[in-house]
């Protein structure tokens, strides 16, 4: 016998059921130990032999016909090939003694078939069913089925009625067995999407995972996922699964009468397993149920805590009851759902965090890297490039200066660390090097031991690596300079050696031992090196995170340099240094400052390629990144008036800051995603940049959903010297303007960007703008708000807005001034502030508006979120816009007039609601339809 077969008889033998296996014409093949142990018998006494041979049937257990029923029933399952059951078979079997013993059998006998479908051999599975027939006789106080033939009626029915309670109670089990294995899988299910929720990312890629494997788990037709937003009042509702729709996207009122709102709101479980219970529990539902055709719902709250943060929903088709196992699962998986979210919270809020502190480390970095003042017959280009990481921050610099006695100086270093201590530290030793190098004169090696010794007496704490270069005459030089342009005198302190690239191609390594890094020995003796600069060569000034990377040494780094620069040696010094930093774009894992010397001829500026500038004079002031919420369009436009007004716009600063007003307020209303704004430092002026995640164009004409209007662009046109469009594949859209200052405005080139101080300030009061804004947010309601109507008076408010800019911008520059009426210079003046004090209750107006226009309500509660404060700003902005009616009886104003009083009625009626409820007052009853 073969392993596998030995292997299948052993596992025949030990199964703990009773089995026989018989030939087609009924004798015994073989049988298990079960069986045998059942019967008494032994396998050499049954296998060879008929079966009722064996066990000859009982004459009162015949049919009257004479024959056998359980004969019958092995014939018909070998003809048939179908399996059946006999529930309750009596059948007595001598014991140990030898004497009869009533025995109830149950049998299945089932066929066993060949691969054509022809049975073979039959097989039966016996179970004893003895103790449960007697058991059931005496609870009932019966006797159990009989076997004497005066008694074959009685005994029948008695067998069939064992026969019923036990193919119920069979059935019961494989309900419970259903049960259980559902269970199971639904487990499994739940364990699997528990393990996707622990891969998310991010806060939407969480949503995807939940309504993906969590759905999916729950065999669910359709859900939601509600992440609750305090601040302004609502739910972010993402829903998935429902008959013919997509996942989408939609906000809801915190109160609204839905199961997801609900469990978001409240922290209660809402199950609701049928029609009637949903009508019975919000009227509301009716409308959920004609648009959604499911049937039952649960909705489950995200609770980390005391805190709610959200819900999940699911719902089917069809009625369902929830058993408390299966509310058991979804209450875990709930859990797991709100510990995942509560993760990805703490994640972004560290990440944004360090995002805020490099970008103001960063920012206090650039803000120390001015441009280089220009030598005659002498070309300096400088890089500034931060780390790809992050959390790289460090203390890199570059510096070219003109000192006292008329010589130019150039300076390249590194302070240890990469955060904003290394920053700071590294602003103190620039300026410290920069004030020596300014005041003293001599060679660079006693300018860095004075340097060096004020770092121990000032207690700067810092250690740095400095290479400070100086141009000197080619005549004091001696006649080893003949046919220079300049010559180079350094001192080198621990900093990496200056590369040389000569007119021929040649590079060169100027790497003589480094003298030691400033802050370790102040007496520690330095030297002087020079090299002569000829025509057409170029010297290289970098840090270490040009050549330095993980698991290359630095001599690897310094060989990949050099072969670089011999390689990108035809291009120009802007080119070279743009080529050098984009071969290492996205690998550098430390900062990078990088100084060119030239000794090649200017030559004429490059040409921008594109709208970007691409100019080696142009610093970043300052990036950030904003939420798409009404609260910070102040702070946007205080912080772009600010830089206008330190880069010496004067006036024009104000015309900046309502042309970056309108960008952030579309960004904020059209795009809903988080939005940038870049301010760049020109040589001439200042360029903004707001980039927001939508990417559909401005066009001209009047205000849609998604485009700025007609007036919007007239008013960058108006405002600024120079906008644009960039698109950008995938993520959105760059909208920029650029404004130049007057010559005699712009500040000294050492006074281009803020100083640290003021930088240091301005992010102060921007990291908390609510120091400007005290006092905890008041909900106001506005019920049964006529949603068209009200979009429609928004819309035609925007236009006056835009018509009275224009009016301001044009009475500063002086552009048609006598033709506009001081009157209305002094309410565009006063609009202007009103609306700018008021900007929060009026973008969270429009934008809810237009969620529930979108949603396809006519009329709608709208909640706002406002400070106290709001309301005097409230009361200013109804009179501005009143006094706009009177002035458009008269016609100076193109939006005035009888359009603007249409919606007279509505407007007092919000605004009186506003600066009512913000004091104290009830919400009233919604305003009458206005005709």
């Known amino acids: 016998m073969s392993a596998p077969a030995l292997e299948m008889d052993t596992l025949f033998d030990q199964l703990p059921t009773a089995y026989l296996v018989l030939s087609r014409d009924l004798v015994v093949l073989t049988a298990n130990a079960a069986l045998l142990r059942l019967t008494g018998r032994s396998l050499g006494e049954l296998v060879g032999r008929p079966l009722f041979e064996l066990f000859p049937p009982a004459p009162d257990r015949l049919e009257a016909d004479g024959t056998n029923p359980l004969q019958t029933s092995f014939e018909r399952v070998r003809d048939t090939g179908r399996a059946e059951r006999l529930s309750v078979v009596h059948y007595d079997l001598p014991d140990a003694s030898g004497a009869l013993r009533r025995r109830y059998w149950s049998l299945v006998n089932a066929p066993v078939l060949d691969p054509g479908g022809r049975c073979v051999l039959l097989a039966q599975c016996v179970e004893d069913v003895t103790d449960y027939v007697l058991d059931r006789a005496a609870r009932e106080g019966v006797e159990p089925p009989a076997t004497g033939p005066a008694e074959v009626t009685t005994s029948r029915r008695s067998v069939e009625a064992v026969e019923a309670d036990l193919v119920r109670r069979a059935e019961e089990l494989r309900g419970a067995l259903e049960a259980e294995r559902t269970a199971s899988r639904r487990l499994a299910g739940f364990a699997g999407a528990v393990l996707q929720l622990a891969l998310a990312d991010t806060v939407d890629d969480l949503v995807d995972k939940v309504l993906a494997s969590g759905l999916a788990a729950l065999a669910a037709e359709g859900g939601a996922l509600a992440l609750r937003d305090d601040a302004r009042g609502v739910v972010r509702l993402t829903t998935s699964g429902y008959p013919g729709a997509a996942q989408r996207t939609v906000e809801l009122p915190l109160d609204a009468d839905v199961p997801a709102a609900r469990a978001a709101r409240t922290g209660e479980l809402v199950v609701l397993g049928d029609r009637a219970a949903g009508l019975a529990w919000s009227p509301h539902m009716a409308e959920l149920y004609a648009t959604s055709g499911q049937e039952a719902w649960i909705a489950l709250p995200l609770r980390v805590g005391d805190r709610v943060l959200g819900s999940i929903a699911a719902s089917w088709a069809q009625p369902r009851t929830f058993g408390p196992e299966e509310t058991g699962l979804l209450v875990a998986f709930a859990a797991q759902c709100a510990q995942a979210l509560e993760r990805l919270e703490v994640r972004l809020a ?46 890199d610099w570059y510096d070219a200066f003109r000192t006292r006695d008329g010589s130019t100086s150039l300076v390249v270093g590194d302070v240890a660390g990469h955060d904003r201590d290394a920053a700071a530290l590294m602003g103190q030793v620039r300026n410290l090097l920069r004030g020596v190098a300014y005041t003293l004169p001599g060679p660079p090696s006693s300018v860095l031991g004075v340097v060096d010794a004020a770092m121990r007496d000032l207690e700067v704490g810092a250690l740095a690596t400095a290479l400070l270069a100086k141009l000197e005459p080619v005549e004091e030089a001696g006649d080893d300079a003949a046919g220079g342009v300049s010559v180079l005198r350094w001192a080198n302190a621990g900093h990496l050696p200056p590369l040389v690239l000569g007119a021929d191609g040649a590079v060169r390594l100027l790497d003589d031992d480094p003298d030691l890094l400033l802050g370790l020995d102040p007496d520690s003796p330095r030297t002087d090196r020079r090299h002569v600069l000829h025509p057409g060569s170029t010297v290289l ?164 959903a998604e485009a700025m209007s007609g007036r919007g662009l007239q008013l960058l046109e108006q405002a600024t010297d120079r906008w644009g469009v960039d698109p950008r ?203």
């Open 541 to 704: 000034l970098y840090t270490d995170g040009l050549v330095e990377r993980r698991g290359r040494s630095l001599d690897d780094g310094l060989a990949w340099l050099a072969a670089a620069a011999a390689r990108l040696a035809d291009l120009d010094p802007e080119d070279l240094c743009d080529a050098l930093l984009a071969e290492v774009a996205g690998t550098a894992e430390d900062d990078i400052a990088l100084l060119a010397l030239s000794a090649r001829p200017a030559g004429p500026a490059r040409a921008d390629a594109t709208s970007a500038p691409g100019r080696s004079s142009v610093v970043v002031a300052f990036s950030e990144r904003f939420a798409p919420d009404a609260a910070v369009l102040r702070t946007v436009r205080r912080l772009v008036t600010h830089h206008l007004e330190l880069r010496g716009m004067g006036e024009r600063a104000l015309e900046g800051a309502i042309a970056v007003s309108e960008l952030a307020a579309n960004a904020v209303l059209h795009a809903r995603t988080e939005f940038e704004v870049r301010v760049l430092d020109l040589p001439d002026g200042v360029r903004v940049e707001v980039h927001d995640g939508s990417s559909t164009m401005p066009l001209p004409g009047p205000l849609g």
């Open 729 to 931: 594949p995938g993520d959105g859209k760059t909208v920029w303007f650029e404004m130049r200052a007057q010559e005699s405005a712009l500040p000294d080139d050492d006074e281009a960007s803020p100083t640290a101080d003021q930088l240091v300030e301005m992010w102060a009061r921007h990291d908390d703008p609510a120091s400007e804004r005290p006092g905890a947010p008041h909900r106001v309601l506005l019920r049964d708000v006529p949603v068209r109507e009200l979009l429609a008076a928004k819309l035609h408010m925007e236009d006056l807005v835009r018509e009275l800019k224009l009016v301001l911008i044009d009475e500063r520059r002086m552009v048609r001034a006598e033709h506009v009426d001081p009157h209305v210079v002094h309410l565009a003046r006063r609009l202007d502030a009103a609306v700018d004090e008021f900007s929060d209750g009026r973008l969270q107006l429009r934008s809810q508006a237009m969620l529930a226009s979108a949603a396809g309500y006519e009329r709608a509660t709208l909640e706002l979120s406002l400070l106290p404060e709001a309301a005097s700003a409230a009361e200013r902005y109804r009179d501005a816009v009143e006094e706009a009616e009177a002035l458009g009886d008269t016609g100076e104003l193109l939006a005035g007039g009888h359009e603007l009083k249409r919606y007279s009625a509505l407007r007092r009626w919000y605004l009186g609601e506003v600066i009512s409820q913000l004091r104290g007052g009830v919400p009233s009853p919604g305003p009458g339809r206005s005709r």
């Open 350 to 395: 560290e990440q944004q965090v360090a995002t805020l502190v490099r970008q103001m480390s960063e920012t206090l970095q650039r803000s120390l890297l001015t441009e280089p003042q220009q030598p005659e017959d002498l070309r300096i280009v400088v890089r500034y490039r931060p780390a790809a990481e992050q959390v790289q921050v460090g203390g």
